[in-house]
């Protein structure tokens, strides 16, 4: 009976998260904009930038060799830092300067805010 009632509990989070990115996709529509991408595990984190027609244009996460070499363990806030610089450096390589930032309905702290201010700080505008 606890299993059930702790699964409906994870439902519940998992599709109110969901909801939240696709209420905040839809309104990114309307600007029509590049956005910069965030999809986190408890193991990895990713970046993509997307562009207006949902291509892939840029990618970092922490599944890359060279990236995993450098860390020890890939689900820190330590690893989203240098994911946030990786990324931030590939898409002004690109010409890609300015961005929006799609943080796929999770909340706004820890790993997130990390890559988010590294990825500002190394020069890409959001």
Same mark, same amino acid.
């Given at each position: 009976?606890?299993? =059930?009632?702790?699964?409906? !509990?994870?439902n519940?989070? $998992?599709n109110s998260r969901i909801r939240r990115a696709t209420k905040f996709r839809k309104n990114l529509q309307k600007f029509n904009n590049i956005r910069l991408l965030i999809h986190r595990t408890s193991?990895? =984190?990713?970046?993509?930038? !997307?562009?207006?027609d949902? $291509?892939?244009?840029v990618t970092a996460s922490t599944l890359e060799k060279k990236i995993r070499k450098k860390l020890?363990?890939?689900?820190?806030?330590?690893?989203s830092i240098l994911?946030?610089?990786?990324?931030?450096?590939?898409?002004?390589?690109k010409g890609i300067l300015s961005v929006s930032f799609d943080r796929s309905g999770f909340k706004y702290h820890g790993r997130i805010k990390a890559l988010a201010n590294?990825?500002?700080n190394t020069g890409l505008n959001f």
């Open positions: 009976m606890v299993f =059930i009632i702790r699964f409906k !509990i994870m519940v989070k $998992k193991r990895h =984190i990713y970046a993509q930038i !997307i562009s207006k949902n $291509k892939i244009l020890k363990y890939t689900g820190n806030i330590k690893a994911i946030g610089i990786k990324i931030a450096k590939r898409s002004i390589k590294s990825a500002r």
